[in-house]
C-alpha cells in the first residue's frame, strides 16, 4: 500500500508542478552549499523535482548561470550583489536592487534574516601580542603575512578597497577560502577574510577586527532566482525570510564544520525544526557516490578524448604535407593549451552554459595538442629514404598513408593519445566549478570544508583512473602495433 501511495504521491507532484527539475544552484563554500541544499530540500518536501548544481565556481558563474538561464536559483548576499557584480559602489536594500535587475530578467527574494558580512581575522595570540582590535591596526604592521581568497582579492569591495581605505602596506596573495583557515592555525597565515557567520571563528578562536570606518556593507543572505520561476515556488522559498539570524547560522555552519554532519542532514534537521519539511533519510552511500562520480568522470573524458582522437589525428593527416599550415595548426593548439583550465571553463559559460558540454568542449580542446604534436612530430619526420621508396613503388597518396605513414606514426600517436588521456582525467575534476559533476565534486566539497576525506574521495580514483588508462592504452598498443614498432 505505502509503494502505491508513494507512486500517486509521484504522479501528483508531476501533474501539477510539470517534469522540468528546479535548478538549484550553490557557490563553493560551506554557507552557500548548506543554504542550498534547505531550499532544495523545501522545494522536494513540496512535491518539486530539484535538480542540485552545488559548487559553481564563484559568484560571476553562478550569476551568469542565473541570466542565461542555465539555473533557475541560488542564494546571494545584498553587498555582493550592488558592489562585485552591479559596481554600485553605495548601500543599496532589496527594491533598489530589485530594480537594477529587472531588465535582466531576475529578482532578489526576501531575505533569511542573517548579515554574512566580510570580516579581518587573526588568531587571538597575534592579536594579544600586537595589540590588533580594529582593521586600522594593520596599518602599522606591514610585515603581517595576510593571504585572503581570491574573491575577497580581485573584487571592488575586497582587499584593494580596504586597503585603500585604511592605508594598508601589506601586500596580499590569494588562497581558497576553506584552506585558510587550516593555514593561519598552522601560523601560515597572520590576517585573512572571513565571513562574519563562519563556524570556523569558533573552532579556531580567532579575533574578528572591527570595521572602525564602516567600510564593509551589509551583506543579507537572500535567493536570486529567475522572475520566469513560478509564483507558488517563489512563495514556498520566501517561507524562509527571516528565520536565520546570524547566531543561527554561524550555529548552522559549525554542524558542519565541526561536528562532520552532511549539508543534507543539517538543512532537513532545520527544516523539521521549523514543521517546514519531513523527516527524511538524508545519509548517501560513499560507494553509490562514487559509482555516479567515477561514471560521469568517465562520460566527460571519454566523449572528449574520443573527439581529440578523431579530430587531432584526421587533422594531422590532412595537413602533416603543408609546413606552414601544420605550425600554424600545432601554434593554436598551444595557445589553447597556455589559457588556466579553470579560465577556460568559466570562458565557455557564456557560450554553452554550464553542465557537461562546456566541460566536454574544454577537455577536447585541451586533448588537441598532445595528439596533433605527437602525430605531426611522428609523420613529417620519417626516414626519408622510406618515402622515397614508396614512391618508387608507384604506390598513391592514400596508399602511401595507408602503409607507410601511419603504421610507422602509429607509436608516437599512441603516445600522444596516452598523454592527453590523463591530462583529461586530471583536468576534468575541475569541471565541478561549472556543475559538471564526475569526481571533481568531492574535491570542491571538500576544499569548502577543509575535509581532506572527501578530497581524498575524488582525488584517490582520479589517479587510479590516470593509471589504469595508461595500462588501458599499453595492452592496446601491443595489441595493435606489430613487435618491431612496439617502444621498449
Request: charged residues 15%; glycine residues 10%; contains cysteine.
Amino acid at each position: 500500500m505505502r509503494w502505491v501511495l508513494a507512486v500517486a504521491s509521484l504522479f501528483w507532484a508531476l501533474a501539477v508542478h510539470g517534469t522540468e527539475p528546479i535548478r538549484v544552484a550553490s557557490k563553493n563554500f560551506n554557507e552557500s552549499y548548506l543554504l542550498a541544499e534547505i531550499i532544495a530540500q523545501l522545494l522536494e518536501d513540496r512535491g518539486y523535482p530539484v535538480e542540485r548544481r552545488f559548487g559553481l565556481g564563484g559568484t560571476l558563474i553562478c550569476f551568469e548561470a542565473l541570466v542565461t538561464g542555465e539555473i533557475d536559483l541560488y542564494v546571494e548576499y545584498t553587498g555582493t550583489l550592488g558592489q562585485a557584480i552591479l559596481g554600485v559602489p553605495e548601500v543599496m536594500g532589496r527594491g533598489a536592487l530589485n530594480e537594477l535587475i529587472a531588465d535582466r530578467g531576475i529578482e532578489l527574494l526576501e531575505p533569511f534574516g542573517f548579515n554574512n558580512t566580510y570580516a579581518m581575522v587573526t588568531p587571538r595570540a597575534l592579536a594579544q601580542s600586537l595589540n590588533l582590535t580594529s582593521v586600522g591596526d594593520l596599518a602599522a604592521h606591514g610585515d603581517l603575512n595576510v593571504v585572503v581568497s581570491h574573491e575577497f582579492l580581485e573584487r571592488d569591495d575586497g582587499w584593494r578597497g580596504l586597503a585603500r581605505t585604511y592605508d594598508l602596506q601589506a601586500d596580499a596573495v590569494g588562497i581558497e577560502h576553506g584552506l585558510a583557515y587550516q593555514a593561519v592555525a598552522d601560523g601560515g597565515i597572520d590576517v585573512t577574510d572571513a565571513y562574519s557567520t563562519d563556524g570556523e571563528l569558533r573552532r579556531y578562536d580567532l579575533v574578528v577586527l572591527r570595521d572602525d570606518l564602516g567600510y564593509f556593507p551589509q551583506y543579507l543572505a537572500a535567493p536570486l532566482v529567475r522572475s520566469a520561476l513560478a509564483d507558488d515556488v517563489k512563495t514556498a522559498i520566501e517561507g524562509l525570510a527571516d528565520l536565520i539570524d546570524d547566531t543561527r547560522m554561524q550555529s548552522l555552519n559549525a554542524e558542519v564544520v565541526f561536528n562532520g554532519r552532511t549539508f543534507a542532514e543539517v538543512a532537513n534537521e532545520f527544516l523539521v525544526d521549523w514543521g517546514l519539511a519531513q523527516r527524511r533519510d538524508t545519509s548517501n552511500g560513499l560507494w553509490r557516490s562514487l559509482a555516479v562520480n567515477t561514471t560521469q568522470h568517465l562520460k566527460l573524458t571519454g566523449i572528449a578524448l574520443l573527439g581529440a582522437i578523431l579530430v587531432g589525428v584526421g587533422l594531422s593527416l590532412a595537413v602533416f604535407r603543408m609546413p606552414a599550415l601544420s605550425k600554424g595548426v600545432t601554434y593554436f593548439c598551444g595557445l589553447l593549451q597556455t589559457i588556466p583550465s579553470i579560465a577556460l571553463l568559466a570562458l565557455m559559460i557564456p557560450l554553452f552554459g554550464i553542465g557537461p558540454l562546456p566541460a566536454i568542449i574544454a577537455l577536447f580542446l585541451y586533448s588537441l595538442l598532445p595528439i596533433l604534436r605527437n602525430a605531426l612530430t611522428a609523420l613529417t619526420t620519417l626516414d626519408p629514404t622510406l618515402t622515397r621508396v614508396a614512391l618508387a613503388m608507384g604506390l598513391t597518396e592514400w596508399e602511401q598513408l595507408r602503409f607507410v605513414y601511419v603504421p610507422l606514426s602509429l607509436p608516437s600517436i599512441f603516445a600522444g593519445i596516452r598523454t592527453a588521456a590523463v591530462i583529461s582525467i586530471g583536468t576534468a575534476t575541475l569541471a565541478a566549478f561549472i556543475g559538471a559533476g564526475g569526481l571533481g565534486d568531492p574535491i570542491v566539497t571538500g576544499l569548502a570544508l577543509n575535509d581532506v576525506g572527501l578530497i581524498l574521495q575524488g582525488a584517490v580514483p582520479a589517479a587510479l583512473l590516470a593509471v589504469a588508462t595508461e595500462l588501458l592504452f599499453e595492452a592496446l598498443e601491443r595489441w595493435l602495433l606489430p613487435g618491431h614498432l612496439r617502444r621498449g
